[in-house]
């Protein structure tokens, strides 16, 4: 099975594209100023963004997000999978992936860099904090 999780760690929430906003307190008022703030600087993705006032949205989307995620950090999820699974990380033919599929120089240079141990961890830490893991879980065989 291979999962993706945008963990606790990550830059930008995954679900409606503001950076940050998973970090604050649910009810903060920091936390709804700085949503509105990145909204603005044109951060967010999902449902009606395009189609609703930005406060309307944001309402709406902070409101999902309250409701029906809950962020747990990288080893909490490990710990989880690694109960009943081989795990093992995917995010680096994850990443060879998407940049493979992208047009350019940089993204060609990236994949390049992916094939070197040291620069391949780095883009993986990047990878991690800016979308989360990628996982590999495989059935542990019976003894």
Known sequence: M???FSTRECIIEGHIGLPLVHWFPSQSKMRY?????????GFGF?????????????NEALDWVDHYVFYRNWEAIEQCFSRLFDVESYT?????FHLSNKRGMAPRLLLFLLRYAPAA???????????GHAILCRSRKQE
Not at 33 to 41: H, Q
Not at 92 to 96: D, F, G, K, S, V
Not at 121 to 131: A, D, F, I, P
């Open 2 to 4: 291979l999962h993706v």
């Open 33 to 41: 100023t700085w949503a509105w703030l990145t909204r603005k600087l």
């Open 46 to 58: 999902g449902w009606g963004i395009n189609t609703k006032p930005d406060s309307e949205w944001l």
């Open 92 to 96: 680096r033919p994850q990443l060879a």
């Open 121 to 131: 961890l780095v883009l993986e830490r990047l990878q991690w904090r800016r979308h």
